[in-house]
């Protein structure tokens, strides 16, 4: 049976941020959610407000892979059972409620280091607003409308 789209939503919550806490999981929520409702670009272009496209849309999400860098990605949404609390989190984002640490952003990326870049992904539609735990969050630039 096809899984929901609170349920993938929830298993995306676990698998990109379990280990950032409940802000952490909120900011990775709320950048899914921004996605959903930018009125303008790639999102709304290719995903036209779908929850479930905007998750499984190709090359946006690590979990979604199976295989990352030519090995089994064992991390990934369809070995991550969801648990209440990351059901809870995506009931709060799709009620509406946004993290206002990342506010409209619609990146994130975890550098495995200190420093963020200044600009991501890399045709620099992102720029750097803030950091919540690990990850790294991006507003859209200019740039970001024209893709």
């Known amino acids: 049976m096809p899984l929901s789209a609170r349920e993938i939503f929830a298993r995306i919550i676990r698998c990109e941020a379990e280990g950032e806490g409940d802000n952490g999981m909120k900011a990775v929520a ?8 930018i ?5 709304q272009r290719v995903c036209q407000g779908d929850l479930r496209r905007v998750i499984m849309q190709p090359d946006q999400f690590t979990c979604v892979k199976e295989i990352v860098a030519g090995q089994y990605n064992p991390q990934n949404i369809y070995n991550m059972t969801p648990l209440q609390v990351h059901y809870d989190i995506a009931d709060w984002a799709l009620s509406g409620n946004k993290s206002l640490a990342v506010n409209d952003c619609l990146w994130y990326y975890n550098p495995f280091s200190p420093d963020c870049a200044v600009y991501f992904p890399v045709n620099r539609s992102g720029v750097y607003h803030n950091r919540v735990a ?14």
């Open 30 to 37: 709320t950048v899914v959610m921004n996605r959903v409702h």
């Open 39 to 43: 009125p303008y670009g790639e999102y």
């Open 134 to 147: 690990q990850h790294c969050f991006y507003t859209p630039t200019q740039y970001y409308a024209q893709t």
